[in-house]
């Protein structure tokens, strides 16, 4: 329906769960927003749907105000994909066609949610807005992106992420140079400054696991270049003390209540 010119009888769905409930119509908004809100058995949670006189609208007896708490994802990015602007999600969207990236944001939808999460949070469309990332990861690198509605959790990322240790895997070719793992470890410089002790050991032969702070765009490419080591693929398993555990990549996760960064 057009809704420049609405038919008369169809009314905001917001307005009609307010006479139903005698509530605010903020107060029903939410309620909407939340999920809990049912039109001829379908879930809609958009509080500017017009609905017919004639159809059921009903709300959910569990209906809580107390669950509309903000949320935090956490995306395995895949390799391709531009994240951590330090933009709101819109925002960083944008910069990232103008610079011909898709943004990672374009995979936070209910289709990519991890199936096993153990979270048990319902997935609404609200969980994907006002999303904002401190965690930047290269385009060409994949592996943990966090996203969060959280004021909270924001500033701690914006606050310490030099302090949070964040851990890479590193597939790497060629031969690294003798006393190379030493180096790595300690005795390198970047941009002229010479960098603080790192933990770097070997996975596999092809593999190298970085755990490090304060972590600078190019950096461990240029570390392994140093030792004679070229960068074939960069992973991020962790940040802090939260990791990507088991998410596939190109699916999310929500933060559960009891981890901290």
């Not at 995979?107 to 949070?121: K, M, R």
């Not at 030099?162 to 006393?179: F, R």
């Not at 793992?181 to 050991?201: A, D, E, T, W, Y």
Request: one cysteine or more; proline letters at 8%; glycine letters at 8%.
């Amino acid at each position: 329906m057009n809704d420049k010119n609405p038919d008369p009888s169809h009314i905001r769905l917001a307005k009609r769960v307010a006479d139903q409930l005698n509530c605010s119509r903020s107060t029903a908004e939410q309620f909407i927003e939340g999920g809990f809100v049912s039109v001829d058995g379908q879930v809609v949670e958009a509080p500017g749907a017009r609905v017919r006189p004639d159809q059921a609208v009903t709300v959910a007896p569990d209906a809580s105000l107390l669950e509309l708490t903000p949320v935090t994802l956490l995306l395995h990015k895949p390799v391709g994909f531009e994240a951590g602007l330090g933009l709101p999600a819109g925002q960083a969207a944008h910069a990232s066609r103008s610079q011909g990236a898709t943004a990672a944001t374009t995979l936070l939808s209910p289709a990519s949610h991890l199936p096993e999460d153990a979270s048990g949070i319902r997935v609404l469309q609200r969980h994907f807005k006002q999303l904002e990332c401190f965690t930047p990861l290269p385009t060409e690198a994949s592996g943990l992106v966090v996203y969060t509605q959280d004021k909270r959790i924001a500033r701690k990322l914006a606050e310490d992420i030099e302090s949070l240790e964040q851990e890479c895997i590193v597939e790497v070719k060629g031969d690294i140079a003798p006393n190379g793992l030493q180096r790595l470890c300690h005795g390198l410089s970047f941009n002229g400054r010479p960098l603080p002790p790192i933990k770097v050991s070997w996975q596999n032969e092809t593999k190298l696991r970085f755990a490090l702070k304060g972590i600078r765009p190019g950096q461990i490419p240029a570390m392994c270049e140093a030792v004679g080591l070229a960068v074939v693929a960069l992973k991020r398993i962790r940040i802090g003390r939260v990791p990507l555990a088991k998410v596939p990549e190109g699916q999310w996760r929500y933060l559960q209540p009891w981890e901290r960064f």
